[in-house]
């Protein structure tokens, strides 16, 4: 038996319940976690609940960690200037490096934990020695492009025990060890910190009001009035609140003019991404000479690019397949082969 020491992350949900479950199995000594990141957490604190008492079933420790303070200063500050900014935010990409995984890390270290784990579907493994991230085998499930921003101190002490399961492996395991009702919870979907995943409701109940401006087309031409910035994305169709005899999608948001440009379906492709923020695990610039694969949503299928290093911040993606509904605000996320190799925000689409 290793005996070797894991923090795992712990939601109370099916897919962390289940990792310390087969992490057990593997014969590591388990250290669960919990973390309370925004005020709801605290008035549907039954996920607490539930991570407590698994991890009393298991017999591990568990912590409870309330990083209330620091995710608002840090994560619904950025989603709130993104919205003002007239972009998309995604907050788990930025989540996750710079909050998340930091404390994961953290309290790995004070439990003297040698590795951190979570209920991801990634995969793990080696090339030239060193440890990366892999897709999952689930390709439905696969959590690989929420991570592309953590670093080579964070990946080498990762466990991903679900990496190479199903879903519906992981819900009939949780069935088989007797715990029924856990294999039968649904997935959380979603913001986090949003209930009822209405992020116009969570802003105008932070203050923040757009004022109206026009909808034009591509040439300037009003078509109708809109009802302030951010309550639009890129590619947005239903909601505009106009009547055409075809349909129309929200290709552009003009800022300055506070103006939202309509276009159809066909007028939404772009062949260029520039993203700022980016990161290279391992700051590979080698990879700039391959065809990699980038993903530009979390469902989107996978798309052949060039990469081309412009400074220190920022870089052009050359998608070789043109894509539609490209969000500023957004991630774009690199692969090579399966392996990831980083991302980058995507500041805009041409």
Known sequence: MMNKRVLLGMSGGIDSSVSAMLLQDQGYEVVGVTFLFSGSDVKNHHFLSEAKQLAEHLKIKHLTV?????????????????????HTPFPCAYCNPILKFKYINKFAEIEKCEFIATGHYVKTGFLNGKKYLFQGVDPNKDQSFFLWGLERNIIDKLLFPLGEFEKTEIRKLAENRGFVSLSKKKDSLGICFIEGNNYREFLEGAGIFSKPGNFVDENGAILGQHSGITNYTIGQRRGLGLNFNFPLFVAEIRLDANEIVLAKYKDLY????????????DNEESICDKTLIVKVRYRLQETPCRLNILNETRAEVELLKPEAMIAPGQTAVFYDGTRLVGGGFIESAT
Do not use: A, M, Q
């Open 270 to 281: 772009r062949s260029k991404i520039i993203i700022t923020n980016y990161y290279l695990i």
């Open 66 to 86: 309330d990083l209330r303070d620091e995710f608002k200063t840090v994560v619904i500050k950025y989603f709130i200037d993104e919205y003002l900014k007239g």
